[in-house]
């Protein structure tokens, strides 16, 4: 069975930085590319990056390109979001997201980690 | 970027009745790129349609996809009880990936 669980969120003031991490387990995760999609309070759905199964591919919403760097470590069986210079409107619940291929669905979700930013 | 429109945003309906969700693309969609997500309160999205029509493991059959191109629908031929929640279309064939504002289904 898939897992993916986030952690390293909380209350972060706005310009400072804070890393979210999600750990897999229950499939191969180093042949999977990886998303984060995040949820504003009471919002919609948003796409905030993803990488590829090696690295070799990334990107993100044009909102957060410039301050969030997404890395994974195959050896860990996880996935990261340095979310740098924070900023009120990122705070949202942030999941970590499995899809089938590059350009493909997100066939699997984390329960979430919340980020709240303010002062 | 290619923007998602739902509707209508709620739904007010009992159970037992025939539901159709509208999503309708502002430029066409990749080869049918299309899934839709149905999210609980207090719950991540869960998969439901992919590639338009096809359903996911899992999914009763009571949920069905259809459309091409810039017009989608997500159909439930009869509302059960747990169906009551909202539901998101999310176009995977360009990026950045996009998803729709949502449609309530709520009970009457």
């Known amino acids: 069975e898939v897992q993916l669980v986030e952690s390293g969120g909380g209350l972060v003031q706005p310009g400072r930085s804070l890393r979210l991490s999600c750990a897999a387990s229950g499939f191969s995760f180093d042949i999977y590319a990886m998303h984060w999609v995040r949820q504003a309070p009471g919002r919609g759905l948003e796409w905030v990056s993803g990488?590829?199964?090696?690295?070799?591919?990334?990107d993100y919403a044009d909102s957060v390109k410039g301050r969030f760097s997404i890395s994974r470590d195959n050896t860990k069986n996880s996935l990261y979001l340095q979310m740098n210079s924070l900023r009120p409107e990122d705070t949202a619940l942030y999941y970590c997201a499995k899809v089938d291929q590059w350009l493909g669905y997100f066939d699997s979700w984390g329960q979430g980690a919340l980020v709240t930013v303010s002062s | 970027e290619i923007v998602l429109t739902q509707s209508p945003g709620t739904l007010s309906l009992s159970p037992g009745e025939r539901v159709t969700l509208s999503c309708r693309a502002s430029?066409?969609?990749?080869?049918?790129?299309l899934a839709w997500y149905q999210q609980k309160p207090g719950q991540a999205p869960r998969l439901l349609i992919y590639d338009a029509s096809s359903r996911a493991t899992g999914i009763p059959d009571r949920f069905s996809g259809s459309g091409s191109g810039t017009d989608f629908t997500l159909t439930i031929s009869r509302l059960e009880p747990e169906d009551f929640a909202v539901y998101y279309c999310?176009?995977?064939?360009?990026?950045?990936?996009?998803f729709g504002q949502g449609t309530k289904v709520e009970i009457k």
């Open positions: 990488i590829s199964w090696n690295s070799g591919t990334v």
């Open positions: 430029q066409s969609v990749s080869s049918s790129d």
């Open positions: 999310q176009q995977y064939g360009s990026s950045p990936r996009t």
